[in-house]
């Protein structure tokens, strides 16, 4: 009797663990497919379509992923944290460190890291696999968002 118990709760053990490692496989392919598309719709950023960034040669030969988009008007110091904690928790993740930049937030670089996310970095001995990248374009009197994944290689 003793037997068969033991096989049963090995058995629901094993299941147990497939349910959880398939849970993990599908939750990596469902973020890595759609995170980018809501965090961008729900900060109210414009998608980019084939962008400089996303054709820069260095972004590409080191695998990184990169979106593009556009919101209007320059953003605070505050609303261009709010807008990167808002991708960061849309990833499942949070950040890790930042730096804004000198002057009138005329840019503001953040870097997080989620589980979501496979490709991992080490920058300043921290583990990262998210970007976020903001500048104000005078010309276009709009903020440039570029979000890679790990990270952005091109300028901004």
Same mark, same amino acid.
Request: without cysteine.
């Given at each position: 009797?003793?037997? /068969?118990?033991?096989? /049963?709760? @090995? !058995?629901?053990?094993?299941?147990? !663990? ?7 496989? $599908? *939750? ?12 961008? @719709?729900?900060? +109210?950023? @414009? $998608?980019?379509?084939?962008?400089? =960034? =996303?054709? #820069? ?7 990184? &992923?990169?979106?593009?988009?556009? /919101? ?5 110091? #505050?609303?261009? +944290?709010?807008? =990167? ?16 930049? +000198? ?6 670089? @953040? ?6 996310? *496979?490709?991992?970095?080490? $920058? ?27 990270? &952005?290689?091109?300028?901004?």
């Amino acid at each position: 009797m003793l037997k /068969i118990k033991f096989k /049963i709760i @090995a !058995w629901l053990a094993m299941v147990l !663990w497939l349910v959880v490692l398939m849970q993990t496989v $599908v *939750t990596r392919l469902y973020v890595s497919q759609t995170a980018f598309q809501q965090a961008f @719709a729900r900060n +109210q950023i @414009a $998608v980019v379509e084939d962008t400089d =960034a =996303a054709r #820069d040669l260095r972004n590409e030969k080191n695998g990184n &992923v990169i979106h593009e988009g556009f /919101i209007r008007g320059r953003l605070s110091t #505050d609303r261009q +944290q709010e807008v =990167a904690r808002d991708i960061f928790r849309e990833f499942g993740g949070e950040e890790v460190m930042s730096s804004k930049g +000198q002057g009138e937030n005329n840019y503001y670089v @953040a870097y997080g890291y989620t589980r979501g996310l *496979t490709s991992v970095k080490k $920058v300043n001995g921290k583990q990262i696999n998210l970007t976020v990248t903001m500048s104000y374009d005078e010309q276009e009197d709009g903020t440039r968002v570029v979000v890679g994944a790990p990270l &952005v290689n091109s300028d901004f």
